[in-house]
C-alpha cells in the first residue's frame, strides 16, 4: 500500500485506511475523504505541498502532511 502524497499525478486510486488520531482523522473525513472514495490526484506543487484532488465530484487541496496520513491502492 502506499500514501496519497507517493501517488503520481493523473493516477485515481481508492481510499484503503486512514491515519491521524482525533480532530485531524476527523477533518479528513469530513472533507469526504472515507474508506472506499475514489480519488483522482490533479496535480502535485512544485515543492509537494499542497497536492491537488478530485473527490465526489469537487476539486479539493490537501497539505502534504495529510496526504501522508491517506492509504491508498
Keep these: 500500500m502506499k500514501t496519497l502524497k507517493e501517488t503520481p499525478c493523473g493516477d ?24 472506499g472514495t475514489t ?8 515543492l509537494g505541498d499542497p497536492v491537488e484532488i478530485t473527490v ?8 502534504k502532511e495529510d496526504a501522508e496520513k491517506i492509504w491508498v491502492e
Design 12 to 35: 485515481t486510486v481508492t481510499v484503503t485506511r486512514l491515519g491521524g488520531e482525533g480532530a485531524v482523522k476527523r477533518r479528513i473525513m469530513d472533507m469526504g475523504l472515507t474508506k
Design 39 to 46: 480519488v483522482y490526484v490533479r496535480k502535485v506543487a512544485p
Design 56 to 63: 465526489r465530484g469537487y476539486e479539493l487541496s490537501i497539505r
